[in-house]
């Protein structure tokens, strides 16, 4: 979920524009690591002059997460 200045625009940063400025508040759900740490939810701020790339997230995390934390999920089958 988007928050931006600008127009959402496709891109590299989970499919939105890089060097946004504003808020992006994301609902994570797999396990990419395999420590069983997920779903989570996290916030990231931009001014419009930071770059994040995926492949150095936990540097980028340092600047640009404002938190996040792990979530419960619970999913309602149909009977």
């Not at 069983?36 to 936990?58: F, I």
Request: charged share 15%; hydrophobic share 35%; with cysteine.
């Amino acid at each position: 979920m988007w928050y931006t200045q600008q127009r959402a625009d496709e891109g590299p940063v989970f499919g939105s524009a890089d060097n946004w400025n504003g808020l992006g508040v994301f609902f994570d759900s797999f396990d990419n690591d395999g420590l069983h740490n997920n779903p989570y939810v996290s916030v990231m701020l931009n001014d419009g002059t930071k770059s994040y790339d995926h492949d150095t997230y936990v540097i980028d995390a340092l600047y640009m997460y404002a938190g996040q934390c792990k979530i419960t999920v619970q999913l309602a089958l149909p009977m």
